[in-house]
């Protein structure tokens, strides 16, 4: 579907819960010496105007990337590079006017021999985001559907890196094709991390997709969620953002909690006590079960 505009959502919890994943798995990968590549399969436009008419419509920067602007949290490294990162590509700072995409988002830590690939179906955010990326030769547009480059493109060079898959999920048969792609992009790329992003909706008190996952892969996921209602079947639309890490760096597990602490307690817009947590998907022989490895829940302090 290409009626979709992120500059209506950009800069949202759901967001900055999943650029924060990502960001924290981009550190991992830097942590070696080795060239690695990110693939990024619904780039969108790249970077957002904060202050467009779009953006204003919907204001959901504000209870979003505003907080943690204006707050400036105590966090661990990776959460300060991140805020530090946004810091020097604002337009007019100290304003926050702009909020970028995660292709935005991966070129900024891309090293000499890092690459980036980034696939946008859309013509108004395919341009965009080609002029935003012009002349970094590090960089790689390609006007192409999601599914088929998860055909194509896999298994990429270097062999090192991660894909990341974040359609806007307006079509109920974006999630089954998620999951197809998942499954295409691990039997290609056996050493690949694969990173998924799935909206939390009212009523679901669990996600049919991930469940799927876990049912079908062998491997170890590890599920981050930050959810900004303590009842979420009772908060209407969007109650929360999950990323499922499959193949998560050493220690992810451990540093997300960590990171997610101070990003929940200001993201939860209603101060209602939402939660944030992190998890393991353990598929063992014939034994899907879940191991939480890791499970962080909070309650706000009147």
């Known amino acids: 579907m290409l009626s979709y505009q992120h500059d209506y959502h950009a800069g949202n919890f759901a967001d900055v819960h999943k650029h924060l994943v990502l960001w924290q798995v981009l ?10 590549v990110a693939v990024d399969l619904h780039a969108g436009a790249g970077g957002y105007d904060l202050t467009s008419a779009r953006a204003r419509k919907t204001d959901e920067a504000t209870s979003g990337i505003a907080r943690l602007w204006s707050a400036d949290p105590v966090w661990p490294s990776a959460g300060r590079t991140f805020l530090q990162t946004l810091r020097g590509m604002q337009p007019k700072p100290p304003r926050l006017t702009e909020y970028p995409g995660s292709p935005l988002l991966i070129q900024a830590r891309l090293r000499e021999r890092d690459r980036l690939i980034a696939c946008e179906l859309h013509p108004e955010a395919y341009d965009r985001l080609q002029t935003r990326l012009a002349g970094d030769s590090r960089c790689h547009v390609h006007k192409r559907d999601a599914r088929e480059a998860a055909r194509a493109l896999f298994p990429p060079e270097p062999r090192r890196g991660l894909v990341l898959l974040d359609p806007s999920y307006e079509r109920k048969s974006e999630y089954r094709e998620v999951a197809e792609m998942v499954a295409t992009i691990r039997r290609r790329w056996n050493t690949g991390i694969i990173l998924v992003w799935y909206p939390i909706l009212a009523g679901r008190p669990d996600h049919p997709m991930r469940e799927q996952l876990r049912a079908e892969l062998d491997d170890p996921w590890l599920v981050s969620e930050l959810r900004i209602a303590a009842d979420p079947e009772r908060h209407l639309g969007l109650a929360g953002s999950g990323m499922l890490v499959l193949r998560p760096p050493w220690q992810l597990e451990e540093q ?12 939860d817009p209603e101060g209602a006590g939402g939660l944030y947590q992190a998890a393991v998907l353990e598929n063992g022989a014939g034994d899907p079960t879940l191991r939480r490895v890791e499970n962080n829940q909070g309650t706000r302090t009147p």
């Not at 909690?257 to 993201?267: D, K, N, S, Y």
Request: net charge positive; proline share 14%; no cysteine.
């Open 256 to 267: 997300l909690p960590a990171l997610l602490a101070p990003v929940w307690a200001l993201l």
């Open 27 to 36: 550190e991992a990968l830097r942590g070696r010496e080795k060239p690695f």
